[in-house]
């Protein structure tokens, strides 16, 4: 069994940047994908961003491209969303996950909240 257990969440303003990080831990951490998603009160859960985890080939949300920076670092099982030029529309709790195929997320973190004052 893999776990996912987030951190780096918190209050900002408009405009300024916060970095979580998601790091795994249990079995042989060897996932097809990783990624971000998000859920903001009343709306359905979206993804942000996702991370081949072999490859590297990124994907954005339209809503976050040119703002969120997804990487990761391999050697420590850990990944990395770099929020910049936050906004309040970007409040929302963030949860990490790990894919073990290009089409199944198969782990997920408990969740991180982000909250953008205007």
């Known amino acids: 069994q893999v776990q996912l257990v987030e951190s780096g969440g918190g209050l900002v303003q408009a405009g300024g940047s916060l970095r979580l990080s998601c790091t795994a831990s249990?079995?042989?951490?060897?996932?097809?994908?990783v990624g971000w998603f998000r859920q903001a009160p009343g709306k359905e859960r979206e993804i942000v961003a996702r991370?081949?985890?072999?490859?590297?080939?990124?994907t954005y949300a339209d809503s976050v491209k040119g703002r969120f920076t997804i990487s990761k670092d391999n050697a420590k099982n850990t990944m990395y969303p770099q929020m910049n030029s936050l906004k309040p529309d970007d409040t929302a709790v963030y949860y990490c996950?790990?894919?073990?195929?290009?089409?199944?997320?198969?782990?997920w973190g408990q969740g991180t909240q982000v909250t953008v004052s205007s």
């Open positions: 996950a790990s894919g073990l195929t290009r089409t199944t997320w198969d782990y």
């Open positions: 249990g079995r042989t951490f060897s996932p097809y994908r």
């Open positions: 991370i081949g985890w072999s490859g590297g080939v990124t």
